[in-house]
T-cell receptor
Framework: GAGVSQSPRYKVAKRGQDVALRCDPISGHVSLFWYQQALGQGPEFLTYFQNEAQLDKSGLPSDRFFAERPEGSVSTLKIQRTQQEDSAVYLC?????????????FGNGTRLTVT | AQSVTQLDSQVPVFEEAPVELRCNYSSSVSVYLFWYVQYPNQGLQLLLKYLSGSTLVKGINGFEAEFNKSQTSFHLRKPSVHISDTAEYFCAVTLSGNTGKLIFGQGTTLQVKP
């Protein structure tokens, strides 16, 4: 595709449910990032992949959050036993290179609402 | 650790007026600086970036920003705004040579009035 694709666009989950959010990066992009954007805030880093390797997961808020990118392309962010504080927009971004000067291309995000 | 402060949460301005959105950062090492724009219900789009070289950086949609190392600032400017510039603007920083992990400011809402 032409850009980063995320699905679903909207997800409503009851507290305690597990959710899985999908990200299709731009073909050939090596780096993939997940960010969490709470209402009225800037995005906050969650985790980073270089191909299939998860090199940085320092931003994951708890062990309920898990991300994978098994074949170095599509990535899934899983949240177990969702809590109300998990309500946010989850943004995925990819870039062609692994250095900081390669621009990030963002998807439109998945808006998660936990009731 | 790096941090970014956007000094204004909201900036109202009339159409065709100039605008400046302020951004200050803190870092003890060399950084790359970015401005992103976010339209409602969309992802972030890169406006411009500073990596090195000339401190005045020109971006898309007529925006420009100036890197000031002594003041640790990277303010965004546009000489004449349009209604379509109404959006959320984010300043971001990453370490030079890093993976591209961005630290974002809180955002500034630009409201352009007719």
């Amino acid at each position: 595709g032409a850009g980063v694709s995320q699905s679903p666009r909207y997800k409503v989950a009851k507290r305690g449910q597990d959710v899985a959010l999908r990200c299709d990066p731009i073909s050939g992009h090596v780096s993939l990032f997940w960010y969490q954007q709470a209402l009225g805030q800037g995005p906050e880093f969650l985790t980073y992949f270089q191909n299939e390797a998860q090199l940085d997961k320092s931003g994951l808020p708890s062990d309920r959050f898990f991300a994978e990118r098994p074949e170095g392309s599509v990535s899934t962010l899983k949240i177990q036993r969702t809590q109300q504080e998990d309500s946010a927009v989850y943004l995925c971004a990819s870039s062609f290179e692994t250095s900081g000067n390669s621009p990030l291309h963002f998807g439109n995000g998945t808006r998660l609402t936990v009731t | 650790a790096q941090s970014v402060t956007q000094l204004d949460s909201q900036v109202p301005v009339f159409e065709e007026a100039p605008v400046e959105l302020r951004c200050n950062y803190s870092s003890s090492v060399s950084v790359y600086l970015f401005w992103y724009v976010q339209y409602p219900n969309q992802g972030l789009q890169l406006l411009l970036k500073y990596l090195s070289g000339s401190t005045l950086v020109k971006g898309i949609n007529g925006f420009e920003a100036e890197f000031n190392k002594s003041q640790t600032s990277f303010h965004l400017r546009k000489p004449s705004v349009h209604i379509s510039d109404t959006a959320e603007y984010f300043c971001a920083v990453t370490l030079s040579g890093n993976t591209g992990k961005l630290i974002f400011g809180q955002g500034t809402t630009l409201q352009v009035k007719p």
